[in-house]
């Protein structure tokens, strides 16, 4: 014998309701196994900790530019070394062109995440195969850093004289 079709349709809501009301059971976070970062080595003394990062540099002449490029992974001393070498050089040789004046300045603000990446990373440890770079001085005590004045100091000198040749002229 069938039971009427309502209390047939009535039993699966009944039964969701009673699940509905038992109390639910906590879930107990599921622990994964810990994955070992892979240990990332300088690409230049092999030294350890160290970041994948490129550092760009720019030359710009007259009627062509050129564009440069040094791939990592870096450890910190070999990193700030190349960091500030490429831009001590882009800033000296990376404005001598229309185009390279735009393209320069861009170039820098890119390597920023690339110094920032290596300044954080700690000092490389010793006992490896090669020796890490010498990073030198801060950028700001290099005398190329002067170079970075050049797209502030060419237009103020072209203003003066064109002040002083119309000032002559009448």
Excluded at 29 to 43: E, G, L, R, T
Excluded at 61 to 71: A, D, H, K, P, T
Excluded at 138 to 165: M, N, T
């Amino acid at each position: 014998m069938m039971p009427p079709p309502q209390q047939h349709m009535q039993q699966p809501m009944m039964r969701q309701q009673q699940h509905m009301q038992q109390p639910m059971m906590q879930q107990q976070p599921v622990q994964q196994p810990m994955m070992q970062q892979p240990m990332v080595y300088c690409a230049h003394c092999g030294a350890t900790p160290a970041a994948a990062v490129t550092i760009r540099g720019h030359r710009g002449f007259i009627v062509f530019m050129q564009f440069l490029r040094m791939s990592g992974p870096f450890c910190r001393d070999c990193g700030l070394s190349t960091y500030r070498r490429m831009t001590v050089e882009s800033a000296w040789l990376g404005w001598w062109g229309v185009a390279s004046s735009i393209i320069n300045p861009i170039t820098m603000l890119i390597n920023l995440a690339a110094y920032n990446s290596i300044s954080k990373l700690a000092p490389p440890l010793p006992g490896m195969p090669g020796r890490p770079m010498d990073p030198g001085k801060p950028l700001f005590q290099r005398p190329g850093a002067l170079g970075l004045l050049i797209p502030i100091v060419v237009p103020l000198l072209l203003i003066l004289l064109s002040v002083l040749g119309s000032a002559g002229s009448a």
